[in-house]
Every structure is written in structure tokens, then in C-alpha cells.
Nanobody, 119 residues
Framework: QVQLVESGGGLVQAGGSLRLSCAAS????????MGWFRQAPGKEREFVAA????????YYADSVKGRFTISRDNAKNTVYLQMNSLKPEDTAVYYC????????????WGQGTQVIVSS
């Protein structure tokens, strides 16, 4: 069992930066691929970024490529999402996910953290 707790969301002006964190419980964190998804009001949840269990491979949605960076610290059981050059369309609830076989069919989800980007 893995529990995920996100933090770091908030209100920021367009062009600003935020760093989201996702702290995981459990001793098997390093065996999971981790990812970030987001859901804007009235829209479907969408993929944002993912990172392999070792951190050696990362993947990004086209909409965030070059602006967001996903990373992980397996010693701290934490995955991060550094978000730069934020745009109003990045406004959403951001969810952390853990998957034993990738994040497309995640095994565990966090409760979400709200990000609001003002124009």
C-alpha cells in the first residue's frame, strides 16, 4: 500500500513558478513509476509528466514540455514537479500518481493540490 500526499499548490501570477511535492509512504516507493496529472474545471483529467522508478526516464505532455520538470528523490520518498513560466491554462487540481507498470494505469493517487494561475 502506498499513500501519496501532494503539497505546494497555490495562487501565482502568469509567468511565475511553483514547485509541487508528492510525499509517499511505504518502503517500495522506489519500485514505482511516478507521475503528475491535472484536472481543470469542466475538463477531463490529463497527463502532465511521468518519471521512471530510477529517475532515468522522464515524459511530458506537449503542453508543458520545456516549462515543467519532474524529478524524484527515492531517499526521501518524494517526487517533485517544478513548474516555470506558468500560464492561466495551467490552472487545475494537480494529482500525483504511482504505478507499478507505468502511470497510465496508476495503482495509487493522491488527493490533489490546487494550482491557480492569474493573468
Amino acid at each position: 500500500q502506498v499513500q501519496l500526499v501532494e503539497s505546494g499548490g497555490g495562487l501565482v501570477q502568469a509567468g511565475g513558478s511553483l514547485r509541487l511535492s508528492c510525499a509517499a509512504s511505504g518502503r517500495t516507493f522506489s519500485s514505482y513509476a511516478m507521475g503528475w496529472f491535472r484536472q481543470a474545471p469542466g475538463k477531463e483529467r490529463e497527463f502532465v509528466a511521468a518519471i521512471s522508478w530510477s529517475g532515468g526516464s522522464t515524459y511530458y505532455a506537449d503542453s508543458v514540455k520545456g516549462r515543467f520538470t519532474i524529478s524524484r528523490d527515492n531517499a526521501k520518498n518524494t517526487v517533485y514537479l517544478q513548474m516555470n513560466s506558468l500560464k492561466p491554462e495551467d490552472t487545475a487540481v494537480y494529482y500525483c500518481a504511482a504505478g507499478s507498470n507505468g502511470v497510465a494505469a496508476a495503482d495509487y493517487w493522491g488527493q490533489g493540490t490546487q494550482v491557480i494561475v492569474s493573468s
